[in-house]
């Protein structure tokens, strides 16, 4: 890998089954890898029309576990989201040179090797930042089908932040993003990614996510507040 990524979208569930309904039978998307082999927590992923990934993250094993908490402190909703880089270390350079605490660290596999940006640092988001390199296990355990042919594309994650200079620190100059302007949001593209983030600046607002956004070539008829038992806007932006 040789330039960052916006690799997928992760939501905070109690079961990853919650999300089937909405992700496979309205969205068209389909299964495309998980695993459940930690003591703390299991995912599974989601491929839609066009390559974009969501991910969700539940809890397993005793009721003190970080998903519990999180789910505890607010219910479901957007937890994450991965951006896979060509070199942890650089990232970490980086985030050190911008002022940026990294927390949970983790080496002790060669194979998948990450750190994150806190939400309270990282525009009310959890960032995980990810080098990968072949031969590990994890996300292809699980067997893979193809996105249904009239489903779905994910366009990507809708934000808000107080400050356009702190966007585009973190999600340009750190994490390899170009910025352009849509509208009054800014828009960062990653070249070898199908997803986008859109970030609306609000000096007033709570910083973090708003809503997912989606694009497809039939009415998806989505509700206009969070989907039920997902806790997350879906917004159908165009066909």
Request: charged letters at 20%; zero cysteines.
């Given at each position: 890998?040789?330039?960052?990524?916006?690799?997928?979208?992760?939501?905070?569930?109690?079961?990853?089954?919650?999300?089937?309904?909405?992700?496979?039978?309205?969205?068209?998307?389909?299964?495309?890898?998980?695993?459940?082999?930690?003591?703390?927590?299991?995912?599974?992923?989601?491929?839609?029309?066009?390559?974009?990934?969501?991910?969700?993250?539940?809890?397993?094993?005793?009721?003190?576990?970080?998903?519990?908490?999180?789910?505890?402190?607010?219910?479901?909703?957007?937890?994450?989201?991965?951006?896979?880089?060509?070199?942890?270390?650089?990232?970490?350079?980086?985030?050190?040179?911008?002022?940026?605490?990294?927390i949970g660290v983790e080496r002790?596999?060669?194979?998948?090797?990450?750190?994150?940006?806190?939400?309270?640092?990282?525009?009310?988001?959890?960032?995980?930042?990810?080098?990968?390199?072949?031969?590990?296990?994890?996300?292809?355990?699980?067997?893979?089908?193809?996105?249904?042919?009239?489903?779905?594309?994910?366009?990507?994650?809708?934000?808000?932040?107080?400050?356009?200079?702190?966007?585009?620190?973190?999600?340009?100059?750190?994490?390899?993003?170009?910025?352009?302007?849509?509208?009054?949001?800014?828009?960062?593209?990653?070249?070898?990614?199908?997803?986008?983030?859109?970030?609306?600046?609000?000096?007033?607002?709570?910083?973090?996510?708003?809503?997912?956004?989606?694009?497809?070539?039939?009415?998806?008829?989505?509700?206009?507040g969070p989907y039920p038992g997902?806790?997350?806007?879906?917004?159908?932006?165009?066909?």
């Amino acid at each position: 890998m040789t330039a960052t990524k916006l690799d997928h979208i992760a939501l905070g569930l109690p079961r990853a089954s919650d999300a089937i309904e909405l992700f496979e039978e309205r969205l068209g998307g389909a299964p495309a890898g998980g695993y459940d082999g930690s003591a703390e927590f299991g995912f599974r992923q989601w491929e839609f029309q066009g390559g974009g990934r969501l991910e969700v993250i539940y809890p397993s094993g005793p009721p003190n576990g970080f998903m519990h908490r999180f789910l505890a402190a607010g219910g479901p909703r957007v937890h994450h989201v991965t951006l896979k880089v060509a070199s942890l270390d650089e990232t970490l350079a980086k985030a050190a040179a911008h002022g940026q605490q990294v927390i949970g660290v983790e080496r002790s596999n060669p194979h998948w090797q990450e750190a994150f940006l806190h939400p309270k640092q990282a525009q009310g988001i959890v960032v995980q930042m990810v080098e990968q390199a072949p031969g590990g296990e994890g996300d292809d355990l699980l067997p893979a089908s193809r996105p249904r042919a009239d489903g779905a594309r994910l366009v990507g994650l809708r934000l808000f932040a107080r400050s356009a200079e702190a966007a585009r620190r973190q999600w340009s100059d750190l994490l390899g993003g170009s910025a352009a302007m849509q509208g009054s949001s800014l828009v960062f593209r990653w070249e070898q990614s199908p997803l986008v983030l859109l970030v609306d600046v609000r000096p007033d607002a709570a910083e973090g996510p708003q809503q997912i956004e989606l694009r497809a070539t039939r009415d998806l008829i989505l509700p206009r507040g969070p989907y039920p038992g997902l806790g997350t806007r879906f917004v159908q932006t165009g066909r």
